[in-house]
């Protein structure tokens, strides 16, 4: 069955330091692949996706992540970690079917920065 | 551009009680989906309509759950009778069309006591 595992359910960096979010996915054919963010009270954002091309993305706030079909695996970086990205970040794969894609998301892993 | 609308953004009832959240796409998105999220997990597809019509309902409790998309704009999601594991976060999300980027509404918050 389809799935995506977020193996970290906290991750704390201090302000100004690398981060990286791991996910892995499970899934039969060549994946649809997104990262999510959802600050607290707030709906889930868009950070990037992954269709197809250059295994490299670049989304938005300054996060890239790195498609790898060999470790199934689409984890999320960012070079310098500011105050305001301390929020819930979600990997999800879409299945793709008849009538669109259907999002399937992994547990999120919750990210606390300090100063 | 306004965003997705949902409300209300909390409830909080007794087991055995009914509940209806409403949701306000995005100007002209023809794909509308309900999540829930459970504390601590990722969201969980609940049910999608592609204009008025369901699309996908397969993980939809059909027993207690109920939605409707009238005149493929506004939806409601109700659930008769709620159950203590009910209490989530339901997210309402639109989309231009099937293969779109999804836009999150804030979601209602329920807790069932």
């Known amino acids: 069955a389809q799935s995506v595992t977020q193996p970290d359910i906290h991750i704390t960096v201090s302000e100004g330091a690398s981060l990286e979010l791991r996910c892995n996915y499970s899934?039969?054919?060549?994946?649809?692949l997104f990262w999510y963010v959802q600050s607290p009270g707030q709906g889930l954002q868009l950070l990037l996706k992954?269709?197809?091309?250059?295994?490299l993305v670049q989304g938005i706030k300054g996060f890239e992540a790195e498609f790898k079909r060999s470790q199934s695996s689409f984890n999320l970086r960012k070079p310098s970690v500011h105050w305001s990205d301390a929020a819930e970040y979600f990997c999800?794969?879409?299945?793709?079917?008849?009538?669109?894609?259907?999002?399937?998301f992994g547990a999120g892993t919750i990210l606390r920065v300090k100063s | 551009e306004a965003g997705v609308a949902q409300s209300p953004r909390y409830k909080i009832i007794e087991k055995r009680q009914s509940v209806a959240f409403w949701c306000n796409p995005i100007?002209?998105?023809?794909?509308l989906y309900w999540y829930q999220q459970i504390l601590g997990q990722g969201p969980k597809l609940l049910i999608q309509?592609?204009?008025?019509?369901?699309?996908?309902d397969s993980q939809l409790p059909k027993d207690r759950f109920s939605a409707e998309r009238l005149k493929g704009v506004d939806s409601t999601l109700k659930i008769q009778p709620a159950k203590l594991e009910d209490s989530a976060v339901y997210l309402c999300?639109?989309?231009?069309?099937?293969?779109?980027?999804?836009?999150f509404g804030p979601g209602t918050r329920l807790t069932v006591t």
């Open positions: 999300a639109s989309s231009l069309g099937s293969q779109g980027e999804q836009y």
């Open positions: 899934y039969g054919a060549t994946p649809y």
């Open positions: 992954y269709f197809s091309g250059d295994t």
């Open positions: 999800a794969v879409a299945l793709r079917g008849e009538y669109g894609n259907k999002l399937v």
């Open positions: 100007s002209g998105h023809a794909t």
């Open positions: 309509f592609q204009n008025n019509g369901v699309v996908d």
